[in-house]
């Protein structure tokens, strides 16, 4: 009996669990207005890059994706929204600067550039 009980408890636990959080999170591109990016960098080694972006009310920095092709670097900013349809949440009023520092590697060595999805900004970088 204790064999069966326990399985059907921990299967009410689960699916008992909800995913509330994860339905009021909204993520969104964003633009990038500066970055510093390294001239030269070690391939497989991590390195820093910091960007700067506006967000505004609720919206803050998420994450970043980076798309790395033969002559390229892609890097795509992401925002959220965690206070998606709560109404006791009182966002700010306004657009505010977010400093963001992120660690990346890049695993090819050579020239490329690295471009932000939504910004015209291009940065020249030599991998060895």
């Known amino acids: 009996m204790k064999k069966i009980i326990f399985p059907l408890l921990i299967s009410f636990f689960l699916m008992s669990c909800n995913n509330d959080d994860v339905d009021n999170i909204e993520e969104q591109k964003t633009t990038i207005q500066s970055a510093i990016i390294p001239e030269m960098v070690l391939s497989n080694e991590e390195f820093e890059i910091q960007f700067e972006i506006s967000v505004s009310g609720c919206w803050t920095y998420s994450r970043i994706e ?7 670097i892609l890097i795509t ?44 900004l291009e940065y020249n970088i030599t991998i060895e």
């Open 66 to 72: 980076k798309n790395e092709n033969e002559n390229e």
């Open 77 to 120: 900013v992401f925002t959220k929204n965690e206070n998606l349809n709560n109404p006791e949440i009182n966002c700010l009023t306004g657009i505010f600067t977010e400093q963001i520092i992120e660690r990346l590697s890049i695993n090819s060595i050579g020239d490329k550039t690295i471009r932000f999805l939504n910004s015209d």
